[in-house]
């Protein structure tokens, strides 16, 4: 079965050319004066400087969508889109409507081969195109903080804003706001993949997080508790068990930061099982691992294996 989204050189000249070109002063939303069509999915690519990412698009996450292509055979909301031919046969850049391209592509390839994506076709600069981005998914809550700190950073490294003012400014966003946004996009990768899914990583986690990264003897702690937290996630995910909450890792992390700030001699690590600990990592020197494991701790045999696997990740060195 082909790839969702599979691109194919196609002759788009058969399709109704834009009679509008819209160009917006600075400020206004763009839009209003665009040509409204329709076009294969197989003929547009996604913008780079999109704010949604891809990589949790897929039949669940867009399964409103796509029931409602199905049922109506509708796209009641267009996409929006720029004119710009590739080498790769496309046509048609997708500023704003990535989730929309990928539920089309979806229905196109499993149920009707002649579904094709409403778009309006836009004639604006890539910073306006920045600014419909961000204006277009504003208000979503399918658009996590992190994609959009992502996005933001982005954004103030395209060189469109001479100071963080400015850009604050022209996104109608507090500038401290911005600012926390920065913050949260600086977290490191271990602390990111801690998390289930990038929207249980919120903006007021960056203040307390950074803080502790800032600082060298936390940081260490947090860094090993997160890349730990990320292997028990895995092993949860593949046993059917329900993955940690968004709150849960934030307080392991924090915690783990605590203790290394306070001098504390707690454990490094804990694995658990229905909140109840069946595995505690005491210490680990260059003369071994010390491992605790109480009794009528509630876990399988199968978990505690997965957990000293885990374990052996991190800490043994051959």
Not at 4 to 30: C, D, E, L, Y
Not at 41 to 55: D, H, L, S
Not at 268 to 288: M, Q, S, V, W
Request: glycine share 6%.
């Amino acid at each position: 079965m082909a790839a969702v989204g599979q691109q194919q050189q196609t002759n788009p000249s058969s399709r109704r050319a834009p009679t509008t070109q819209f160009a917006p002063k600075s400020g206004r939303k763009p839009g209003r004066s665009a040509d409204d069509i329709s076009v294969d999915p197989r003929e547009c690519r996604v913008w780079p400087g999109n704010q949604r990412a891809a990589y949790h698009l897929n039949e669940l996450s867009c399964e409103d969508l796509i029931d409602s292509f199905r049922t109506s055979g509708l796209q009641h909301t267009p996409a929006f889109a720029r004119l710009r031919k590739a080498n790769d046969g496309t046509c048609y850049e997708i500023i704003a409507g990535r989730r929309r391209l990928w539920a089309a592509s979806w229905v196109r390839e499993h149920h009707r081969p002649d579904f094709e994506l409403r778009v309006k076709l836009l004639d604006i600069t890539d910073e306006e195109a920045s600014w419909l981005t961000d204006s277009e998914n504003r208000d979503r809550d399918d658009v996590s903080d992190y994609e959009r700190a992502l996005f933001y950073v982005g954004v103030m490294k395209s060189g469109y804003y001479e100071s963080q003012r400015n850009m604050a400014n022209r996104y109608n966003m507090d500038e401290k706001r911005l600012s926390e946004y920065f913050l949260l996009a600086e977290i490191p990768s271990q602390i990111v993949n801690a998390f289930a899914k990038w929207s249980d990583l919120k903006i007021y986690h960056s203040s307390r997080l950074q803080k502790l990264l800032n600082a060298l003897p936390s940081s260490d702690r947090v860094i090993k508790r997160a890349t730990l937290l990320h292997l028990e996630q895995e092993e949860r995910r593949l046993a059917g068990r329900p993955l940690m909450s968004g709150a849960q890792v934030y307080r392991a992390l924090l915690e783990a930061g605590r203790k290394s700030a306070g001098g504390g001699r707690g454990p490094i690590c804990e694995f658990k099982y229905d909140d109840r600990t069946h595995l505690r990592i005491k210490a680990c020197t260059p003369n071994g691992i010390t491992m605790v494991v109480p009794q009528g701790n509630g876990a399988s045999i199968d978990e505690m294996v997965r957990s000293f696997r885990a374990c052996l990740k991190q800490y043994y060195k051959q």
